[in-house]
T-cell receptor
Framework: NAGVTQTPKFQVLKTGQSMTLQCAQD?????MYWYRQDPGMGLRLIYY???????DKGEVPNGYNVSRLNKREFSLRLESAAPSQTSVYFC??????????FGEGSWLTVV | GNSVTQMEGPVTLSEEAFLTINCTYT??????LFWYVQYPGEGLQLLLK?????DKGSNKGFEATYRKETTSFHLEKGSVQVSDSAVYFC???????????FGKGTRLHILP
């Protein structure tokens, strides 16, 4: 049972570099999400996609872009990484009842 | 916009104590409410949910009741165990646009 798969699991970037976090789900869910988790800040929504072909900003979208490539895949791009983007990133998808299923997380460090 | 506020931790209790973790929300419309748990070194997983007012979600001895009049969804357990040590997140989903937001999390430590 793959569920939600995200890559890479760990990444170190230099300030100003770009990278894309990949995410795929095999549960045929319409909705997909990207969150970041920081100590004392809980989970904050970056972007979400309620269906294939649509994306919407969440609570902290600045510095990020997303692409809903198809129903399965939802990628998160950092165009010019900053130290403030050091975080753990979680991709997720949700069923029709809005129960959310998370990937295992991607640990990103920007130096 | 919608928001979720939960009590700050850490919360430290002895085994078999009664647990309450407060969660209140602000929302337009009629959201669904959730509690998720994150055990050390793991991702988040659903603990329980409620989709309408007065619904009670329950799982693993935990309960929470959707109170529209007080806009609350407090998590309770009658007798906690050491294995309940984790971070607990309250969450809200807006069924109008499928946006799901979380509270900041409450870390729970249970002492043997």
């Amino acid at each position: 049972n793959a569920g939600v798969t995200q890559t890479p699991k760990f990444q170190v970037l230099k300030t100003g570099q770009s990278m894309t976090l990949q995410c795929a789900q095999d549960m045929n869910h319409n909705s997909m999400y990207w969150y970041r988790q920081d100590p004392g800040m809980g989970l904050r929504l970056i972007y979400y996609s309620a269906s294939e072909g649509t994306t919407d900003k969440g609570e902290v979208p600045n510095g990020y872009n997303v692409s809903r490539l198809n129903k399965r895949e939802f990628s998160l791009r950092l165009e010019s990484a900053a130290p403030s983007q050091t975080s753990v990133y979680f991709c997720a998808s949700a069923d029709r009842g809005n129960t959310i299923y998370f990937g295992e997380g991607s640990w990103l460090t920007v130096v | 916009g919608n928001s979720v506020t939960q009590m700050e931790g850490p919360v430290t209790l002895s085994e078999e104590a009664f647990l309450t973790i407060n969660c209140t929300y602000t929302a337009t419309g009629y959201p669904s409410l959730f509690w998720y748990v994150q055990y050390p070194g793991e991702g988040l997983q659903l603990l329980l949910k409620a989709t309408k007012a007065d619904d009670k979600g329950s799982n693993k001895g935990f309960e929470a009741t959707y109170r529209k009049e007080t806009t609350s969804f407090h998590l309770e357990k009658g007798s906690v165990q050491v294995s309940d040590s984790a971070v607990y997140f309250c969450a809200l989903s807006d069924r109008r646009d499928d946006k799901i937001i979380f509270g900041k999390g409450t870390r729970l430590h249970i002492l043997p």
